[in-house]
């Protein structure tokens, strides 16, 4: 059964620091998407990536297909950035089987 | 910028009432989908539709019928409401289904207890 674990399951830290969210997954699949969940509950993808490493802003993407492993890293962290974080592998290149999340608290 | 429209945001209902959810896309987007997330689980696939007047069922389609009589609207229906139905329902969208370089454009959310 195809399947995608996050870590951890929830995270705290303090402004500035730099945060890493892992998400690992079984065989099958061909690309994975990051997700970010905001308090209020809206969903907004933030990445969909296959191989190597995608930046925007403060956020950086990387993936790692034969290791199944892939990390979300956010630099010099604010409040504004506490929300949960998804990530959903795309396995069969049409299924999306989702992880349970991160949740992230930034405190000032 | 409307993206994805879910109505209503909340709604209680009694086991066996019977109620339809509405979402609605200005995007054009050929595919839409309704996931459930439960507290410890993932987001799981109801239904979805890859164009007007098709549906099909994802992982979770038990207790829920669908509807895509428009393009840019999907429904989502439950004849008989039951507690385990108590969720928060998303609905997305997206040009593309799930796959390569086409991410999925998701709904705020309608939080949904069945008493």
């Known amino acids: 059964k195809n399947e995608v674990e996050q870590s951890p399951q929830n995270l705290t830290a303090q402004e500035g620091e730099f945060i890493t969210i892992n998400c690992s997954y079984s065989?099958?699949?061909?690309?994975l998407h990051w997700l970010q969940q905001h308090p209020g509950g809206g969903i907004v993808s933030l990445f969909m990536?296959?191989?190597g490493k995608k930046k925007h802003g403060r956020l950086i993407a990387t993936i790692n297909i034969q290791e199944k492993h892939s990390s979300l890293h956010i630099t010099a962290s604010h409040p504004r950035d506490s929300a949960v974080y998804i990530c959903?592998?795309?396995?069969?290149?049409?299924?999306?089987?989702f992880g349970t999340g991160t949740r992230l608290q930034v405190f000032p | 910028n409307a993206g994805v429209t879910q109505t209503p945001k909340f709604r209680v209902l009694k086991t066996g009432q019977s109620m339809t959810l509405l979402c609605a896309q200005d995007?054009?987007?050929?595919?839409m989908y309704w996931y459930r997330q439960d507290p410890g689980m993932g987001l799981r696939l109801i239904h979805y539709?890859?164009?007007?007047?098709?549906?099909a069922k994802g992982e979770v389609p038990d207790g829920y019928n669908v509807s895509r009589l428009k393009k840019q609207n999907f429904l989502l229906g439950l004849e008989s409401a039951a507690p385990s139905q108590t969720s928060v329902y998303f609905c997305?969208?997206?040009?593309?289904?799930?796959?390569?370089?086409?991410?999925?454009?998701f709904g705020d959310g309608t939080r949904l207890s069945i008493l």
């Open positions: 065989v099958g699949i061909s690309a």
């Open positions: 959903a592998g795309v396995f069969n290149t049409d299924k999306l089987i």
């Open positions: 539709s890859v164009g007007e007047g098709t549906t």
């Open positions: 995007m054009n987007h050929e595919y």
């Open positions: 990536l296959s191989s």
């Open positions: 997305a969208s997206s040009s593309i289904r799930g796959i390569m370089g086409q991410p999925q454009h």
